[in-house]
């Protein structure tokens, strides 16, 4: 029998991720908008860490059941960090994923050091309010102009070797990105407290 969670997010592409890692270990992911909970949290926190909390809280608040979200985003090194917590709106309030991608490319134009890492926490509060975290990280390079069509936000220009995270099939970033380390580790922690729903 699967146990449901509600992944606190509108992102579909966040939601598929969560979705085919933690389906074979017996969740069924529904996000909150299928859950009946139509709320945008503002991310106030200062760190990956407090939005993820935010954003869990203000669902399981709403439906004291099982709730997983993450906070992520792009650290660059020559940036000293940026965009980080700010990725979402690194480019402005209204602004796509091109024009993210435009203006961090912009932003390091001239730039010989073009290390980043992408970053991601997540925050599982149980249905019966327990908190845990998982952080997971992805080193890679920013390139000089976005590649592929996969992916979301700044995977276009993120490389991971000699392919951009949008060149990746989903079953290759699922086993390389900071989200698929962050659930792994998300994984490993069900699995020393006996919480896995799959058939063993």
Same mark, same amino acid.
């Given at each position: ?28 992911? &529904? ?20 939005? *993820? ?5 203000? &669902? ?6 099982? &709730? ?62 327990? &908190? ?65 729903? *799959?058939?063993?």
């Amino acid at each position: 029998m699967s146990k449901r969670v509600i992944a606190a997010t509108g992102n579909k592409g966040k939601l598929r991720e969560i979705s085919e890692i933690l389906t074979p270990l017996g969740f069924e992911t &529904v996000s909150q908008k299928d859950a009946g909970i139509d709320i945008e949290t503002e991310e106030t926190g200062t760190t990956f860490r407090e939005n *993820a909390y935010l954003k869990a809280k203000a &669902v399981y608040d709403i439906a004291h059941t099982a &709730v997983i979200a993450d906070d992520s985003g792009l650290s660059v090194d020559h940036l000293n960090g940026a965009p980080g917590v700010y990725s979402h709106r690194y480019a402005g309030e209204n602004a796509t994923d091109a024009d993210r991608c435009e203006k961090l490319l912009h932003d390091m134009e001239n730039a010989e050091d073009r290390g980043a890492e992408f970053v991601c926490v997540i925050c599982y509060i149980d249905e019966n309010g327990n &908190v845990s975290y998982c952080e997971g990280k992805c080193r890679g390079k920013i390139g000089y102009e976005p590649l592929g069509e996969n992916g979301f936000g700044y995977d276009p220009v993120f490389m991971y070797g000699e392919s951009s995270f949008a060149q990746l099939s989903d079953e290759e970033k699922n086993t390389v990105s900071h989200r698929a380390k962050a659930l792994e580790k998300f994984r490993e922690m069900l699995t020393n407290k006996g919480e896995i729903y *799959a058939d063993k």
